[in-house]
């Protein structure tokens, strides 16, 4: 192996490095949650979730821990399961 092709070579390693570093870091500095204190809300109406990040709850359920995303979406705990994710906003309300 040249001793060029050699240098070539660990310059490539330590930018790839380098860059699974940065991604790591950047992925480590995202909550995996929202903080543990919240709203509780009441479910109105069941719910199926329709994606793996989102929580089922039936009508009447107690959602804990609730956070608000965004205008249309919360995030919370369904007490009776213990299941957490997210839930849509207008399937629940304050108590």
């Not at 949650?33 to 989102?54: C, F, I, L, N």
């Not at 205008?71 to 304050?94: D, F, H, I, S």
């Amino acid at each position: 192996m040249s001793a060029g092709y050699q240098q070539t070579r660990t310059v490539e390693v330590q930018q790839r490095s380098s860059s699974v570093a940065t991604q790591q870091t950047t992925v480590s500095s995202v909550p995996s949650h929202p903080s543990t204190t919240g709203k509780t809300v009441r479910a109105m109406y069941d719910y199926m979730a329709a994606d793996s990040d989102e929580v089922s709850f039936k009508d009447g359920d107690v959602i804990v821990n609730v956070q608000s995303i965004d205008e249309g979406w919360m995030y919370g705990t369904v007490q009776r399961t213990g299941k957490t994710g997210m839930l849509p906003a207008n399937y629940v309300e304050a108590i």
